[in-house]
C-alpha cells in the first residue's frame, strides 16, 4: 500500500511540474536575447564570444590559465525597465562548474531599481541544465528599472530574456567609463554566495559606475602584457588586486614595472593598488605570516617609492582586517564570504570615490 500511495504521489507530481510548464508557454511570453538588450561590464567590443571577457586576438598574449577563466561571463550583467508581471531566463550553458557554490557560479541575479539602489529581489534556481527556462520573479506589474547578473564561472552558449507578451520595455545601458579590477580567484568571485554580491559588482552599485571585472583565479601575477591590455580600456580607475597570487619575490621582479607601464600607457587614470587580506587566524598565531608579512613589504616599499618620485593617482589599501576582524569572514582563510565581500566593499568604495574626484 505504501509503495502505491508513493507512485501515486510522484505521478501528482510529476503531471504538477508538466502543467506548470504547459501554463508557461500559454503565457505568450516575448524572448529577448540578452546580445540585442546589450550585455554591460565589458572592457572590450569584439570579445571572444559575446558571453566571454577578452577579444580572441588576446588569446596569445596571456597564459592558458588567463584565457580559460576569460571565457567566464564574471561582473557581465543587462539593465532593462519593464512593467512585466513575470520575468524570465532561457539559458544554455557550454559547460557545468561544480565547484565552490552553485547559486553564483550558475545562477542569474536580479535586483531592481529602489530610487537611486538597485536592490537584490532574486536568485535563479542552482541547478545548472545544458538547457534550461526558468522563471525567476513574479513582480508586482509596476514599471521598474531591473538589472541581471550574470553567473560567475560557467560558460554561456546563449541567454534569453522572457517577458509577459504587450508588457512594456526599454533597454538601459550606464553611461560612463568603467571601474577595472584586475585579480585573482577574489575578485573573480569564489565563494561568493550569488552573483551581485561579489565586491567588483556591489561597488559599482553603490557608486553607480559600470565596472569591468578581470578576476583570473589563481592566474593574476602582473605579467608586463597585462599592463598592455588593462590599458587598453579607457578607464576612470584601475583596481590592482593581484598580490594573493604572488610571493615576496615575484612583487619584486614584477609590481613596480607593472605599475609604471600601466602608468606610462594611462597617464593620468587612477589606481587603487590592494593587498592581500590578513589571516582571521592572526588572533590565534599572534602575528601574520612570513609570505604574508614579506608580501606587504615588499608591495608597500614600491608604493611609497613611487609616491616619493611625485605618483599622485594611486592610492593604496592595506591587507589588515580588509575582510573584517569578527573572524566570521573567510570560508577558507583565503577567499571571502558574502562578510568578507562587504567589508571589502566598505573599505574600497570611499577609496575609489576619492580617487574619482581628483
Not at 271 to 294: F, H, M, Q, T
Request: net charge positive; glycine share 8%; proline share 3%.
Amino acid at each position: 500500500m505504501k509503495t502505491i500511495l508513493f507512485s501515486c504521489i510522484a505521478l501528482f507530481t510529476i503531471c504538477g511540474l508538466l502543467q506548470a510548464e504547459k501554463n508557461d508557454d500559454k503565457q505568450e511570453l516575448q524572448w529577448r536575447d540578452f546580445i540585442n538588450i546589450g550585455i554591460e561590464g565589458k572592457g572590450w567590443n569584439d570579445t571572444h564570444t559575446p558571453y566571454t571577457r577578452l577579444p580572441s586576438r588576446l588569446k596569445s598574449s596571456v597564459t592558458e590559465k588567463v584565457w580559460e577563466h576569460s571565457l567566464t561571463p564574471t561582473g557581465l550583467y543587462i539593465t532593462f525597465e519593464t512593467d512585466s508581471s513575470d520575468i524570465y531566463i532561457k539559458r544554455e550553458f557550454d559547460g557545468e562548474m561544480t565547484r565552490f557554490i552553485h547559486c553564483s557560479f550558475a545562477g542569474f541575479d536580479l535586483y531592481g531599481k529602489d530610487g537611486n539602489t538597485f536592490k537584490w529581489l532574486a536568485t535563479s534556481s542552482n541547478r545548472a541544465t545544458e538547457h534550461d527556462f526558468q522563471h525567476i520573479f513574479k513582480t508586482n506589474g509596476k514599471k521598474c528599472v531591473y538589472r541581471i547578473y550574470l553567473p560567475l564561472r560557467n560558460t554561456i552558449k546563449s541567454l534569453k530574456l522572457g517577458l509577459v507578451k504587450g508588457s512594456q520595455f526599454k533597454a538601459i545601458a550606464q553611461e560612463g567609463k568603467p571601474i577595472v579590477f584586475y585579480g585573482t580567484s577574489i575578485v573573480h568571485g569564489a565563494y561568493a554566495s550569488h552573483s551581485g554580491i561579489s565586491h567588483p559588482s556591489l561597488i559599482g552599485r553603490r557608486l553607480n559606475i559600470p565596472i569591468v571585472n578581470l578576476g583570473f583565479s589563481g592566474a593574476a601575477q602582473m605579467e608586463l602584457k597585462m599592463a598592455d591590455i588593462l590599458a587598453e580600456i579607457d578607464a576612470a580607475a584601475y583596481v590592482i588586486d593581484a598580490q594573493p597570487n604572488m610571493n615576496a619575490k615575484m612583487l619584486e621582479q614584477r609590481c613596480e614595472k607593472f605599475l609604471r607601464r600601466l602608468r606610462q600607457l594611462r597617464h593620468d587614470t587612477p589606481i587603487l593598488l590592494v593587498e592581500v587580506a590578513s589571516s582571521n587566524r592572526d588572533w590565534y598565531y599572534g602575528k601574520p605570516d612570513a609570505w604574508r608579512e614579506s608580501s606587504w613589504r615588499v608591495q608597500r616599499a614600491i608604493y611609497q617609492k613611487l609616491m616619493a618620485q611625485g605618483e599622485k593617482k594611486i592610492s593604496y589599501l592595506r591587507g589588515e582586517n580588509l575582510y573584517g576582524n569578527s573572524g566570521e569572514e573567510s570560508i577558507d582563510d583565503c577567499h571571502p564570504g558574502d562578510l568578507g565581500f562587504l567589508s571589502m566593499a566598505d573599505k574600497m568604495t570611499p577609496l575609489l570615490k576619492q580617487l574619482l574626484q581628483k
